[in-house]
């Protein structure tokens, strides 16, 4: 019999070559992804991109690389694109849990919020004891102003990591949205009980407070806020305006002259402190500082034109008053209409 060795070697180096090729393309997947996943770690996802889809054409059912892929689509916010590979990932894979949570992230940026809810809630299911998915689902709660829901949530997150001093500002926030003042204001004493040198938390309880129009106390927080951070204009800011608005005028233009030796090019200060001087009935001081907001561009120039007539009116200005009035009204601020109607006959 005879036997051709030529085609015989041939075939024999075309099997050892394709188990070579066999063996180098499952080695190269595996580095591929740990390729990409080095890349993601370092946040360069177009490089990663790239990496995967070079793995995904050795083996284009792998689940794993679809979700990576989706990942990196979702980190440089393109949540469509992202959608469409943790759907593969997840029809591939249906166990792979991270899948779920990370379509909820697109579905959340595309505003679909019902599936987004959904993808969460499996995620949850499988991992209770995982807290993100928690403060996903209430952040998403509080998207579309289901406080109630968002609380809950965050009270979910809360059992499993008590002392998370960010979750309870959220959580306090959340509470303050549905009135609940006193459940707010004890988030925020939870707060300091774990963090005692954190001055926004009575910046914060002093901002609730404030909107619950319980202004004595809200200065007492404001003035802790200070106290503990005079360089923080914010808690001056806002104790300003609730002495204002509890008409402790006097004390409002100690903060408002406060606020100036920081910033004093600031109109809205200047605003502030002139309507001050005006509810004490001391329109010389208030003239003055209305024309420092001018020179300073105040944005409401009609407002402040109507109301620095009034100072003049004071004065018995009549001529003054009415010419402010009357620009004020010819740049579209109505309510000079009345005070035109009233003196300037």
Same mark, same amino acid.
């Given at each position: 019999?005879?036997?051709?060795?030529?085609?015989?070697?041939?075939? /024999?180096?075309?099997? #050892?070559?394709?188990?070579?090729?066999?063996? /180098?393309?499952?080695?190269?997947?595996?580095?591929?992804?740990?390729?990409?996943?080095?890349?993601?770690?370092?946040?360069?996802?177009?490089? &990663?991109?790239?990496?995967?889809?070079?793995?995904?054409?050795?083996?284009?059912?792998?689940?794993?690389?679809?979700?990576?892929?989706?990942?990196?689509?979702?980190?440089?916010?393109?949540?469509?694109? !992202?959608?469409?590979?943790?759907?593969?990932?997840?029809?591939?894979?249906?166990?792979? $849990?991270?899948?779920?949570?990370?379509?909820?992230?697109?579905?959340?940026?595309?505003?679909?919020?019902? =599936?987004?809810?959904?993808? =969460?809630?499996? @995620?949850?299911?499988?991992?209770?004891?995982?807290?993100?998915?928690?403060?996903? #689902?209430?952040?998403?709660?509080?998207?579309? +102003?289901?406080? +109630?829901? &968002?609380?809950?949530?965050?009270?979910?997150?809360?059992?499993?990591?008590?002392?998370?001093?960010?979750?309870?500002? @959220? %959580?306090?926030? !959340? @509470?303050?949205?549905?009135?609940?003042?006193?459940?707010?204001?004890?988030?925020?004493?939870?707060?300091? +009980?774990?963090?005692?040198?954190?001055?926004?938390?009575?910046?914060?309880?002093?901002?609730?407070?404030?909107?619950?129009?319980?202004?004595?106390?809200?200065?007492?927080?404001?003035?802790?806020?200070? /106290?503990?951070?005079? #360089?923080?204009?914010?808690?001056?800011?806002? %104790?300003?305006?609730?002495?204002?608005?509890?008409?402790? =005028?006097?004390?409002?233009?100690?903060?408002?002259?406060?606020? #100036? %030796?920081?910033?004093?090019?600031?109109?809205?200060?200047? =605003?502030?402190?002139?309507?001050?001087?005006?509810?004490?009935?001391?329109?010389?001081?208030? $003239?003055?500082?209305?024309?420092?907001?001018?020179?300073?561009?105040?944005?409401? /120039?009609?407002?402040?034109?109507?109301?620095?007539?009034?100072?003049?009116?004071?004065?018995?200005?009549?001529?003054?008053?009415?010419?402010?009035?009357?620009? !004020?009204?010819?740049?579209?601020?109505?309510? &000079?209409?009345?005070?035109?109607?009233? @003196?300037?006959?």
């Amino acid at each position: 019999m005879y036997i051709n060795f030529k085609m015989c070697n041939k075939a /024999l180096l075309t099997i #050892l070559f394709l188990f070579i090729h066999l063996c /180098l393309f499952s080695q190269s997947k595996e580095q591929l992804l740990s390729k990409a996943q080095v890349q993601i770690e370092e946040k360069d996802f177009s490089s &990663a991109i790239a990496t995967i889809n070079q793995c995904l054409d050795f083996d284009g059912q792998l689940a794993v690389a679809y979700f990576h892929r989706g990942y990196c689509y979702l980190m440089l916010n393109k949540p469509n694109i !992202a959608m469409v590979d943790f759907n593969q990932a997840i029809l591939l894979d249906a166990n792979l $849990i991270e899948a779920y949570f990370n379509r909820g992230l697109a579905h959340q940026a595309l505003k679909n919020y019902t =599936f987004a809810e959904g993808d =969460f809630t499996t @995620y949850v299911k499988a991992k209770p004891n995982d807290p993100k998915a928690y403060i996903n #689902l209430a952040f998403l709660y509080e998207e579309i +102003a289901d406080y +109630a829901s &968002a609380i809950e949530d965050y009270s979910k997150y809360l059992k499993i990591n008590p002392k998370s001093i960010e979750v309870l500002k @959220y %959580r306090a926030i !959340a @509470y303050a949205q549905i009135d609940s003042v006193n459940l707010a204001i004890n988030d925020y004493s939870q707060c300091y +009980a774990i963090n005692s040198n954190d001055s926004t938390i009575w910046l914060l309880k002093g901002n609730v407070f404030y909107d619950a129009l319980r202004y004595k106390e809200a200065i007492e927080a404001y003035s802790l806020a200070i /106290l503990m951070n005079p #360089l923080n204009r914010e808690p001056l800011i806002n %104790r300003a305006d609730a002495y204002t608005a509890s008409s402790q =005028f006097e004390n409002a233009i100690n903060d408002y002259k406060a606020l #100036l %030796r920081l910033d004093q090019y600031n109109p809205d200060y200047y =605003f502030n402190t002139a309507f001050c001087y005006l509810q004490l009935n001391q329109p010389n001081e208030a $003239i003055v500082n209305f024309g420092k907001a001018i020179d300073s561009d105040y944005e409401n /120039l009609g407002q402040l034109l109507t109301l620095r007539g009034v100072a003049y009116n004071n004065l018995q200005m009549k001529t003054e008053a009415c010419n402010d009035w009357q620009k !004020a009204y010819a740049i579209g601020y109505k309510d &000079a209409a009345t005070y035109q109607n009233n @003196y300037c006959k």
